[in-house]
DNA sequence: TCCCCTATACTTAGTAA
DNA sequence: ATTACTAAGTATAGGGG
């Protein structure tokens, strides 16, 4: 399959980009989530994506997020 | 070594729960800034530590996290 | 959009400093 | 608190449905 590790920037082909976005931003919930577990913290993540869909996890009632 | 996969649930190890929140945390923000980029999205993250202090990442000034 | 799959890149547990 | 090391666990790119 020989895949080269990715570049840190933009994805320009939009299908691999929300692809991308998807898993990735599972991804982050997830490791968000495992951190205040294991480590009794609290934890929020907020995203907003480019096509202006809000998604956001939080460990606690006490967290907000806001953008402006 | 023979490491065990670990389970997820808090470390009740005081030091080896401050080494994992720092190292995770860490892993956390880098996620958060290469989605932002990979995806053009904005993505906040805020953590609270047990201890009590703040931790944030930020793609964008637009963005706002804050605890009660 | 989401899930499945696999090979590979990446993260991290355990440890010491 | 953080970081370096390295083995092993995990996330994910790319491709298919």
Redesign the interface.
Known sequence: MMREK?Q????DYLPA??V??SK??R??FK?????S??????????????TGKLFDFSSSR???????
Chains 1, 2 share one sequence.
């Open positions: 990715i840190i920037k933009k994805i980009r929300q991308t976005f990735r931003r991804g982050i490791k968000a989530g495992e951190l577990v294991l480590c009794d913290s609290e934890v929020a993540v907020i995203i907003f994506s480019q006490r967290v907000r997020c806001t953008f402006d």
